[in-house]
């Protein structure tokens, strides 16, 4: 006999269930808005923010404080990941959704209304590190909960692929904010992009707020959580345990998605943020130049993270991760050199190289972490890894690598690569095979 509550992803395909498709378009549109935003910060940081927000002669000294306020963003997001992943394990994903997604649209918007240092002196950065806060916490509990909600409604069998898709936010985000910045630099070119051209790409995020809330306010709650609720209410009440202390009473499952996401992390930002910057400030390539190629390589970082999902529905999670974590090692050196060359064209094949492995390795980890955890603290376990994460690989990712580049040559950061990465194989090697996980019987 079949259990009323049993998850519907078990007998039907996820083109065949009535909400499926719009879950998947809701939580896509929220990952693209959210990377979409960092993307944005990240390749105005090195050439106009820092000059507009922050005070000083130095030009390496404006570009660190603006990199250390994206940083600031990243810091918030483990108390974001804390705050809702305990919420959305309580009251349901789809609220979360709604609430984040509203806050990490409005807080991108203002800052394309800020009025700068020159005009309101100190105040400018300040009003401009509190709405990367606000960004940072939003984005703590959006993305969980975006790959949460594919991940439970879609079919097992294929939930690798399914995952994969919010995953793939970071990549089209980024392509659409090199897009933007492109289009916005040859329609406002010279002075007006540096003085007023640049916030037409923050407002940008008004358009995709209005579409993707739509969207979202119509999303369904997952199967697998309204399965746990009605099972738990038929058990005798206790008095609820935060699903944050629940989560980290069982630290191997966090450890083991932290130590996977170390070099993960780092590598993304190294072959989409800090390229820019290095390649632009070190060699003087031309600033398009560079944003187009990383605009090409985010697109093969989407084939690769859709490719990766769907590779490990059918090898397995660890063996689809640990392939592309061994190349990442072996290729942070190439990539230098290539860089190093001042060849456009080997600059690309180092950057869309880079970003294909990456996006095999990233693309599969969306539904790993997501079979890691049980239901009743899922949200909790998979925002801690996916958020905690940014304070010790994301965050600090593009400050360190400049950092070491200026005081020690470029060996330090290829080491910082290799290390990290390493890091992430044995991760992932001592980690245990989830492919196949009943999500509604973890519980």
Not at 52 to 57: A, E
Not at 108 to 120: C, F, K, R, V
Request: net charge positive.
């Amino acid at each position: 006999m079949t259990s009323p509550v049993e998850h519907p992803a078990a007998r039907t395909a996820p083109g065949e269930r009535a909400g499926f498709r719009r879950v998947l378009a809701g939580s896509m549109a929220g990952a693209v808005l959210e990377w979409y935003d960092f993307a944005i910060y990240g390749i105005l940081a090195a050439t106009v923010l820092g000059p507009l927000f922050f005070p000083g002669d130095s030009g390496i000294v404006k570009l660190l404080l603006a990199l250390a306020t994206q940083g600031l963003g990243f810091v918030a997001r483990p108390l974001g990941g804390i705050v809702f992943g305990h919420l959305g394990d309580k009251y349901g994903r789809k609220p979360m959704l709604v609430v984040t997604f509203l806050l990490l649209g409005l807080s991108t918007a203002m800052i394309g209304l800020l009025p700068t240092y020159s005009e309101i002196g100190l105040w400018a950065t300040v009003l401009l590190v509190v709405l990367r806060m606000v960004q940072g916490f939003a984005l703590g509990g959006e993305f969980g909960a975006a790959v949460l909600m594919v991940s439970e409604y879609g079919e097992p069998k294929r939930r690798g692929f399914w995952a994969a898709w919010p995953q793939a936010g970071a990549p089209l985000g980024t392509v659409l904010a090199t897009v933007v910045v492109t289009t916005i630099g040859v329609l406002f070119p010279g002075d007006a992009f540096d003085r007023w051209g640049w916030r037409v790409a923050f407002l940008v995020a008004i358009p995709l707020l209005i579409i993707g809330f739509w969207i979202r306010r119509s999303v369904e709650e997952s199967p697998v959580f309204r399965a746990a609720q009605a099972r738990a209410e038929t058990r005798a009440a206790t008095a609820p345990r935060s699903s944050v202390l629940e989560a980290l009473s069982r630290p191997r499952p966090v450890l083991h998605g932290l130590g996977m996401r170390l070099g993960e992390n780092i590598a993304f930002y190294i072959y989409t943020v800090f390229v820019i910057a290095y390649a632009t400030t070190s060699f003087g390539y031309d600033r398009g130049d560079v944003i187009m190629a990383v605009t090409f390589a985010s697109v093969a970082q989407f084939l690769g993270m859709i490719g990766g999902g769907h590779w490990s529905d059918r090898v397995g999670r660890k063996k689809a991760m640990l392939v592309p974590a061994v190349v990442l090692v072996v290729w942070a050196p190439a990539f230098f050199w290539l860089v190093q060359t001042e060849s456009l064209p080997m600059l690309w094949l180092g950057v869309c190289v880079g970003a294909f492995f990456h996006g095999m390795l990233a693309g599969t980890e969306a539904a790993w972490i997501t079979e890691l955890f049980p239901t009743r603290h899922r949200y909790a376990g998979a925002s801690l890894v996916f958020q905690g994460s940014s304070i010790i690989a994301g965050a600090p990712a593009p400050l360190i690598a400049v950092w070491l580049i200026d005081s020690f040559g470029v060996g330090t950061v290829i080491g910082y690569l290799v290390l990290t990465m390493a890091v992430t194989v044995v991760a992932v090697a001592t980690s245990r095979e989830t492919k196949g996980a009943d999500l509604d019987a973890l519980d």
